[in-house]
């Protein structure tokens, strides 16, 4: 069974600019996250989806970043502008349900010059 | 707020001994938590999890021990091989399925 999918790997950009992350869940699992995992640091969720829906989005700064999965499979999320401090690893994942195991994608690198 | 956090930074072990590493979490509500293990480059792996009517869980080399007198979770790993070195996260889940990560601890393991 495939797991997380994410792309890019691995986005260097200028300050200011936008960028795209893309994430395809394991088949099957309705409830999606984003994280933000800074250097050395545990992962911190961003936004939790159930099916399309976003049930939490209270840690997304909303006034640059946004996020969709518009048909309940695959998420996008997006930053705009990007700021020298967005520069972090953008990991997904996804589980069955809410509560039960989340099952994490490899990430994607964010480097903000 | 909520937080776990681990006892230590960097756990150093010879290979073929056993590991331990630490957690400490502060909400006595969560009911689920969970280990991960993180390779330099790749997500977070499941490894176990426990929720709060068990003690222990075993898996292969792996056991978790839930203490929730005094709030604590420990991952140990028999016989540690140089493929078990990694950063370990314990998360514990909050009752509306939100994990929250603690630091995390750097197995090192010497050959």
């Known amino acids: 069974e495939a797991g997380v999918v994410q ?22 699992h309705n409830t999606l996250y ?21 049930v939490d989005d209270s840690q997304l700064p909303k006034d640059r970043f946004s996020a969709e999965r518009l048909k309940g499979v695959d998420s996008t999320l997006k930053i705009q502008p990007a700021e020298l401090g967005d520069s972090a690893v953008y990991l997904c994942a996804s589980s069955a349900g809410t509560r039960l195991t989340q099952y994490f994608g490899p990430g994607t690198r964010l480097t903000v010059l | 707020g909520e937080s776990v956090g681990l006892h230590l930074p960097t756990l150093s072990v010879q290979e073929g001994d056993n590991s331990i590493i630490n957690c400490a979490y502060s909400n006595s509500a969560s009911d689920y938590f969970i280990w991960y293990k993180q390779e330099s480059g790749k997500g977070p792996q ?42 370990y996260f314990c998360a514990e889940a909050s009752n509306t399925g939100k994990l929250i990560f603690g630091q995390g601890t750097t197995l090192q393991v010497k050959p």
């Open chain 1, 7 to 28: 792309s890019p790997r691995y986005k260097i950009i200028e300050k200011k600019q936008p960028v795209a992350f893309w994430c395809n869940p394991i088949s099957g």
């Open chain 1, 34 to 54: 984003w994280y933000l995992q800074n250097l050395g640091q545990g992962p911190e969720l961003l936004i939790r989806y159930e099916n399309e829906e976003a």
């Open chain 2, 46 to 87: 499941f490894i176990i999890d426990i929720r709060s009517n068990m003690d222990k869980r075993q898996g292969q080399r792996v056991t978790v021990l839930l203490n929730k007198t005094v709030k604590h979770l420990s991952l140990q790993i028999a016989a540690t091989q140089p493929g078990d070195s990694a950063v």
